[in-house]
């Protein structure tokens, strides 16, 4: 499957980040340590 540049709605993105050295991405979210700090804390 070849993809139409001059048509495809992501053409821009791609011409953005297809020189890139090291194309990368970043994924963040919420994460409750409520209980690990917990374990953290009595081995110290």
């Not at 993105?13 to 374990?39: A, G, K, S």
């Amino acid at each position: 499957m070849k993809i139409d540049l001059s048509t495809w709605g992501r053409t821009q993105h791609y011409e953005i980040f297809r020189n890139y050295v090291q194309p990368q991405y970043c994924v963040t979210f919420e994460l409750d340590i409520t209980h690990f700090l917990e374990m953290v804390r009595k081995q110290t």
